[in-house]
DNA sequence: ACCTGAACACCGTTCAAGT
DNA sequence: ACCTGAACACCGTTCAAGT
């Protein structure tokens, strides 16, 4: 049992981990210093230090809570509609973009670059790795009952993926300001572009 | 005629923008600082400022580069293909992706959120703009020949988009690194991509 | 008109010292 | 074992002063 007014903090892991989420949300990733993180926590700024390697390792973990979350939500996609292969599909497009449009900054810290390849460990890889097998079983689902063309899984769960990915990035970098505004558009053009890619452009 | 060894540069803006795009490649967004771009381009620190209203207008004057030409590729894409507005969109999601993995660190500057909204001027948004504007004068062509089943313009071009920004943003951020590491591999992503959205997943 | 150098407030990181 | 505070090298930005 540990005090919150003590001079040892108990927990200073996951508060410094909430709150850099919220000034990440807040300021966004260029606003963000580690300096500011430790002063909303509370603890004086060579504190983080006993807990995370540097700024990257903390940035590298509030990106990993990101990717468990998006892989919750493939999770959930595919186990809403146990039968419906197309649907799972629609429900994770749908939820991918939904999180990242619910979290822009998160979304930007996890794809955006602000992690140096060499900062991320083996666990951010591994939690970005669970959330993109989340979608594979989805289509292996498809495939399985039979809906798709002949092709390699990955080719397809690379085409759903990037067509997600794609439109959850061009509405979090702002790129479709006035046609992405509330929640339902969102919905709306997550369903158009998956419908698209199901059905094909051509005729 | 302006002596490069005068104490006045003479084209000083341009060599902070060629400067800013080498240490960008060389660094990486969160390595580049507008003092490191000076010392670059040999001028003081505070040089720039005579030229940037601050280090987001430089990025931001960067990025706008970048979107132009993105918006070339397009423009190269239509034209490499006249009569031919299905092979069109192929060639523009290649030059999409190739574009975007030959300067990654480009990309993440035009899409990754490290210019904050506010400083993002007209001059930035209007080659943003030019360069969707090339892809969606692709679909129409698609429309016109009559090739695409029927649906607004902007929902193609947005799912056509979407699927190409995906798949570049998912390999600049390493997310594919086995499967793309050479530039044969990732225009045969690129290619794959495509067919797939042309043609449909299901069967 | 354009550039420099000192100055200021901030930042990431380290390390001896405190509890 | 965990946290603090001084210290260092860096950064963005401003501004009087130089050419």
Same mark, same amino acid.
């Given at each position: 049992?540990?005090?919150? #007014?003590?001079?040892?903090?108990?927990?200073? /892991? #996951?508060?410094? %981990?909430? $709150?850099? *989420?919220? @000034? %990440?949300?807040? *300021? +966004? =990733?260029v606003g963000l210093s580690l300096r500011s =993180? $430790?002063?909303e926590a509370g603890v004086s700024h060579s504190a983080p230090y006993r807990?995370? /390697?540097?700024?990257g390792a903390l940035l590298s973990a509030?990106?990993?809570? +990101?990717? !468990? /979350?998006?892989? !919750? $939500?493939m999770d959930k996609a595919e186990k809403q509609h146990p039968d419906d292969p197309a649907k799972?599909? @629609?429900a994770a497009g749908i939820g991918y973009v939904t999180l990242a449009v619910g979290n822009p900054e998160t979304a930007n810290l996890m794809f955006g670059g602000a992690i140096k390849p060499d900062e991320k460990d083996a666990e951010l890889m591994e939690a970005g790795d669970r959330a993109f097998?989340? @979608? =594979? /079983?989805?289509?292996? #689902?498809?495939?399985? $009952? +039979?809906?798709?063309? *002949?092709? !390699?899984?990955? *080719?397809?769960? @690379?085409?759903?993926?990037?067509?997600?990915?794609? %439109?959850a990035l061009l509405i979090t970098a702002g790129k479709l300001k006035d046609a992405a505004s509330s929640? !339902?558009?969102v919905t709306q053009l997550a369903a158009s572009v998956c419908e698209i890619l199901s059905r094909g452009m051509l005729k």
């Open positions: 049992m540990k005090s919150k #007014n003590s001079y040892h903090h108990g927990d200073l /892991r #996951n508060a410094l %981990l909430q $709150a850099g *989420e919220r @000034l %990440l949300a807040k *300021e +966004g =990733v =993180v $430790a002063k807990h995370f /390697r540097d700024k509030i990106a990993q809570a +990101g990717f !468990e /979350r998006l892989a !919750e $939500a799972q599909l @629609l097998q989340g @979608l =594979v /079983r989805i289509i292996e #689902n498809g495939q399985q $009952a +039979g809906i798709y063309k *002949e092709r !390699e899984t990955m *080719e397809l769960a @690379l085409a759903a993926w990037s067509s997600s990915h794609g %439109l929640e !339902e558009q």
